[in-house]
T-cell receptor, first 117, second 110 residues
Framework: DTGVSQDPRHKITKRGQNVTFRCDPI?????LYWYRQTLGQGPEFLTY????????KSRLLSDRFSAERPKGSFSTLEIQRTEQGDSAMYLC???????????????FGDGTRLSIL | QKEVEQNSGPLSVPEGAIASLNCTYSDRGSQSFFWYRQYSGKSPELIMSIYSNGDKEDGRFTAQLNKASQYVSLLIRDSQPSDSATYLC??????????FGAGTRLTVKP
């Protein structure tokens, strides 16, 4: 049973560059979430998908951020024109949500740590 | 306005003692409540989930929920140094959105 997988684990880039992260959820999970976490804070919701549909996007999310889940399996999160404030851990989580299983908890990947120079 | 609040700590307890972690939430319609453990530099790991008022026990962990007071807690009995971590309270509200507290840092001293 494989868990949530994220790639890369670490990304260091210069300010202004674009970066893309990948998340592979637990195979039977239809919901996929992206969070951002900075030091001393809990995960901050960014966006989530049910299957391939992006159902919600945080109001705080800049339009430099975009996420896709084209086939309802893996997802990518892209940040364009990165800024130093984008430095954080980007976490992906997945869950099963269907009918009576709507209360199932989210399981997290190991995250991608982004550092902007 | 914070939706899920936790005491940031650090909370320090001696080995073998009971650690008590508390969380309050603002959305009265919330239905699902979770405790995650996060070691430094690692991702959150689910410990407990609770959906009904009262206590739920799993090994050394007990989650307590009081929806009237909008309060959820986690007790860790016989605390071990390996329990030292940040504990995140998470609440799924009526819109099915998951909100996390900032976490309480627990240190268990040998």
């Amino acid at each position: 049973d494989t868990g949530v997988s994220q790639d890369p684990r670490h990304k260091i880039t210069k300010r202004g560059q674009n970066v893309t992260f990948r998340c592979d959820p637990i195979s039977e999970h239809n919901r996929l979430y992206w969070y951002r976490q900075t030091l001393g804070q809990g995960p901050e919701f960014l966006t989530y998908f049910q299957n391939e549909a992006q159902l919600e996007k945080s109001r705080l999310l800049s339009d430099r951020f975009s996420a896709e889940r084209p086939k309802g399996s893996f997802s990518t999160l892209e940040i364009q024109r990165t800024e130093q404030g984008d430095s954080a851990m980007y976490l992906c989580a997945s869950s099963l949500a269907s009918g009576i299983y709507s209360n199932q908890p989210q399981h997290f990947g190991d995250g991608t740590r982004l550092s902007i120079l | 306005q914070k939706e899920v609040e936790q005491n940031s700590g650090p909370l320090s307890v001696p080995e073998g003692a009971i650690a008590s972690l508390n969380c309050t939430y603002s959305d009265r319609g919330s239905q699902s409540f979770f405790w995650y453990r996060q070691y430094s530099g690692k991702s959150p790991e689910l410990i407990m989930s609770i959906y009904s008022n009262g206590d739920k026990e799993d090994g050394r962990f007990t989650a307590q929920l009081n929806k009237a007071s909008q309060y959820v807690s986690l007790l860790i009995r016989d605390s071990q140094p390996s329990d030292s971590a940040t504990y995140l309270c998470a609440v799924r509200d009526n819109n099915n959105d998951m909100r996390f507290g900032a976490g309480t840092r627990l240190t268990v001293k040998p």
